[in-house]
């Protein structure tokens, strides 16, 4: 079965850096573009950084950008999410998900939202 | 960045109850949105895709409709298992922006 398994979350001062994993199986991971989202507690869902299936591709949220570099290692099924320059902001708990492909109404096939995704991994930025 | 907007931010209803939790768009998104379905202390799970196609093992009384701005998720018997938040996506253009979430609370 399909299973996205996130690691590397923790405690971690502001300012300094933490990298988050993602390993996958029950797939062929390198045929799937791969999505981070994050949830503060008590927040909302906030979408992070994506990046296409071979790699080749990769788009950041503002709020992210130039801090967070999003990478894959498709010959050992894993994500990654180097995350620089942490701000308080930034605790939440960090999902990996798959962009899906599916038919639609018209049946067309074409990206059908996040069909796995992780139990997440938690992420405190704390002095 | 499109924006997406739910309404209502939080419902309370009984089950048997029918609802709708609606979505716009900031702008047109053809129908690229998402509905999930998320509980407390567990990922998000997609329900709905391209605005009204079911995702695999989602109960038929989940559906959805809309096209450009305006979507709906209606439920159309509430299950003791359906009390939980709801968010809409659009995955139109990046970045995939989600609505603020409506959680459905008993009454």
Redesign the interface.
Known sequence: QVQLVESGGGVVQPGRSLRLSCAASGFTFSSFAI?W?RQAPGK????VA?ISYDGSNN????SVKGRFTISRDNSKNTLYLQMNSLRVEDTAVY?C?R??W????SGYY??????Y????TLVTVSS | DIQMTQSPSSLSASVGDRVTITCRASQSISSYLNWYQQKPGKAPKLLIYAASSFQSGVPSRFSGSGSGTDFTLTISSLQPEDFATYYCQQSYRTPYTFGQGTKLEIK
Request: charged letters at 20%; glycine letters at 20%; zero cysteines.
């Open positions: 999505h989202v909302g869902l906030e979408w994506v788009y950041y949220a503002d999902y998900a962009e899906g599916g038919y639609d109404s074409r990206n059908s939202g996040f069909d995704w992780g139990q997440g």
